[in-house]
């Protein structure tokens, strides 16, 4: 059963649990996803800071593709598990000749890389949530000011645990060139990030127009 279509209760028993997974990166692509429904849900009030129509059609288009990129984080809270998954299943397979060995390298080459490239989705994902961001802060309604405080938390939560994830998963992996261009996506996704934040925070502390 996909993570979506699981009750909150199950799911954080599932994190509680001894098994491997789900672990930091399915709990990432989940805090993303709940900071991206929490901008949706203020970009969805009827009532935004100025209260004027232009207002409400930036606001609807930012709800719009807020929702295509928390499904997407859904989605990335599964692929996270099933790579992870794949890495353990990899490192259970028969060793005792060269053909086995070379085979099971091989299998956890594939495996890592897929486990380090769930989690830089992820990260980029919230990058994209964080830059609509600014838009919600700058029009929303300032009675739900902190809604909005709350979902950069969570989105800047989701971003370092992806972050973590992608990192630890990069010294597993021997391929150098692969490894310079994901952490090189790391750092430019996390400086924009940062910097969307800090424009989204300032735009909600701006003066509410005057009616």
Partial sequence: MAFAEQSISAFVDALASAEPTPG???AAAVAGAI????LMM??????TRGNSDAERVQLSEARAALTAIRHRMLA???????AYNRVIA??????????Q???????????????????????RATAEAVKISRVVAQFGNPSAASDVRVALELLEAAAAGASANVEINL??????AYRKASASTMIELGNALSE????????????QPVS
Wanted: glycine share 8%; with cysteine.
């Fill in 42 to 47: 203020v970009g969805g009030l009827p009532k």
């Fill in 24 to 26: 930091g990166g399915t």
């Fill in 35 to 38: 900071g991206a429904s929490l």
């Fill in 76 to 82: 990335l809270a599964d692929e996270d598990t099933d």
């Fill in 196 to 207: 969307d934040c800090a424009a989204a925070r300032a735009a909600l502390n701006a003066p």
């Fill in 171 to 176: 010294t597993s992996l021997d391929d150098e």
């Fill in 90 to 99: 990899a490192y259970k397979l028969p060793k005792a000749t060269d053909e």
């Fill in 101 to 123: 060995k070379a085979a099971r390298k091989e299998a956890v080459r594939t495996a890592m890389r897929a486990a380090t490239e769930a989690p830089l989705e992820t990260l």
